[in-house]
């Protein structure tokens, strides 16, 4: 695809004018699998192979599935797959699906009993206050999994941007239904960079540019009511196609938890479980620095497509 670019001053990162989305990283699969009845879902970022993948979390109420596996020396360095899911912690179950597709694909981590697939995962809280609500399980998974597609992702309230919401911090009044974003830029040494975020944080959310896309302040004040633990949360899922170690890839990580800072007021606070994962997927070096700017802007883009598509 050719691309159209623009330059921002401020990151020295080229802005494509035409939209590009995490799909836009060679080899990268996304699919949803969304409820038909209520709102939550899931959301599947396949993986090519050879690949090395790490994590960073940052909010205070996170809930995941082997993200220690991701950590700099750990001995399993490739994932293949991540599951982005709402239902909190029940709907960590979707990531079994996940692994049993997989496996009926032959993928996975090589042991003496066959390929185990390692599949990381991240939960949004998205239950409703009160009855019963559907949440993601082993059948949702592999249906997201089945559905993953190179297309352009899919945004907006689907899969596991479904139900979420933001700008509790002032109140529930306030609040302001997101979803899913995504965009990826490409770096002046030619490599790209993309992210894909589900927004369902406490704070207000602004643009790289401080628009403010829910209404806040520039600075927030105290909170509105007393927030709830474990029901806010950003989840963001980043893939380079540079070659990179995991030492490398966690300043993209850090990057990217700064663009969630920027663009997410207050962000990373206690009642927020934000998670980054970052993916390597090429096989030609590139510079991590220029890397690391370009998953801040690919974060921030994809933060501003989250609201803009949810509208």
């Excluded at 995962?121 to 019963?132: K, P, Q, S, Y």
Aim: hydrophobic share 45%; with cysteine; aromatic share 4%.
């Amino acid at each position: 695809m050719k691309l159209s670019l623009e330059w921002d001053r401020a990151s020295r990162v080229a802005i494509p004018t035409n939209t590009m989305t995490l799909t836009d990283i060679a080899g990268v699969q996304v699919g949803h699998w969304t409820h038909p009845d209520a709102p939550t879902g899931c959301t599947v970022i396949v993986l090519p192979e050879p690949n090395v993948t790490t994590v960073e979390v940052r909010g205070g109420a996170p809930g995941t599935r082997e993200t220690d596996l991701l950590a700099v020396g750990m001995r399993v360095e490739q994932v293949q797959a991540i599951l982005l899911t709402g239902g909190s912690a029940f709907g960590l179950a979707a990531a079994d699906g996940v692994v049993t597709e997989l496996a009926r694909q032959g993928r996975g981590h090589p042991t003496p009993a066959g390929p185990v697939p390692i599949v990381p995962g991240a939960v949004v809280f998205d239950l409703a206050m009160e009855g019963e609500q559907p949440k993601p399980d082993a059948f949702s998974g592999a249906a997201a999994f089945m559905a993953a597609t190179d297309d352009p992702v899919a945004m907006g309230r689907v899969g596991a941007g479904a139900g979420t919401s933001a700008a509790k911090w002032r109140g529930f009044e306030y609040l302001v239904r997101t979803g899913i974003g995504s965009a990826a830029v490409e770096t002046p040494d030619g490599h790209r960079v993309g992210a894909l975020v589900v927004l369902n944080p406490v704070g207000d959310v602004f643009t790289l540019e401080g628009e403010s896309l829910t209404g806040g302040d520039h600075v927030p004040g105290p909170p509105g009511i007393r927030p709830q633990p474990v029901v806010n949360t950003v989840l963001a899922a980043l893939v380079t196609d540079a070659a990179m170690s995991r030492a490398e890839l966690t300043r993209l990580a850090v990057r990217a938890h700064d663009a969630i800072g920027a663009c997410i007021r207050p962000a990373h606070t206690r009642f927020d479980g934000d998670v980054v994962f970052v993916s390597a997927v090429g096989m030609d070096s590139g510079d991590v620095d220029l890397a690391a700017e370009a998953a801040f802007v690919a974060t921030g883009r994809a933060i501003e497509a989250g609201v803009r598509a949810s509208a």
